[in-house]
T-cell receptor, first 120, second 113 residues
């Protein structure tokens, strides 16, 4: 079956512009996560969705970052007024996220290929 | 707070040699532990996971890891390295199954012929 997909795969933007990054999770996965991978900071958690709600958004670095999820499926991460330090690979992951599902795989997070963002 | 320490940003082995990548964790509650592999310009792929069942966990591509509570370790091993194992490996911990992963800084495995 299809895995997690992300678009665009690469994005080059100018400082001060807004960008939107999209994540399509695995069908049926109720939990969705955004992470950021950068040279200086490694892999950092940004936000976690359960359904359309975000019970943990503690990793968003500033109020320029926001995310939403609609229909319990697609999620969009928006960065407003981009800065050069926002340059990184943004990774999305999804998991079953439902307690009691069979198979014992509900805790595994499956990652997409990432969006490589470069802010000039 | 949870944290993960991966000793060695780079590990070099010869093809056919033992691979040992070290991971120590800190967690105030029983952890879920994961090893992921990342090939160049790709996302993360799960190698194996520990979720409080068997302490010796076998994963894909011949890798395994042993959870040692007394040492707070979850080291990754493979008896015989292959050239295709060259990649970056990340150890991660989570509090429960549905919360964020906290990653180590990663270890780049280099395999020479």
């Amino acid at each position: 079956g299809a895995g997690v997909s992300q678009s665009p795969s690469n994005k080059v933007t100018e400082k001060g512009k807004d960008v939107e990054l999209r994540c399509d999770p695995i069908s049926g996965h109720t939990a969705l996560y955004w992470y950021r991978q950068s040279l200086g900071q490694g892999l950092e958690f940004l936000i976690y969705f359960q359904g359309n709600s975000a019970p943990d958004k503690s990793g968003l670095p500033s109020d320029r970052f926001s995310a939403e999820r609609t229909g319990g499926s697609v999620s969009t991460l928006t960065i407003q007024r981009t800065q050069q330090e926002d340059s990184a690979v943004y990774l999305c992951a999804s998991s079953l996220g439902v307690v009691g599902t069979s198979g014992g795989d509900q805790e595994t997070q499956y990652f997409g290929p990432g969006t490589r963002l470069l802010v000039l | 707070a949870q944290s993960v320490t991966q000793l060695g940003s780079h590990v070099s082995v010869s093809e056919g040699a033992l691979v040992l990548l070290r991971c120590n964790y800190s967690s105030s509650v029983p952890p879920y532990l994961f090893w992921y592999v990342q090939y160049p310009n790709q996302g993360l792929q799960l190698l194996l996971k520990y979720t409080s069942a068997a302490t010796l966990v076998k994963g894909i591509n011949g890798f395994e890891a042993e959870f040692k509570k007394s040492e707070t370790s979850f080291h990754l091993t493979k008896p015989s390295a292959h050239m295709s194992d060259a990649a970056e490996y990340f150890c991660a911990v989570s509090h429960t199954g549905f919360q964020k992963l906290v990653f180590g800084t990663g270890t780049r495995l280099l395999v020479s012929p």
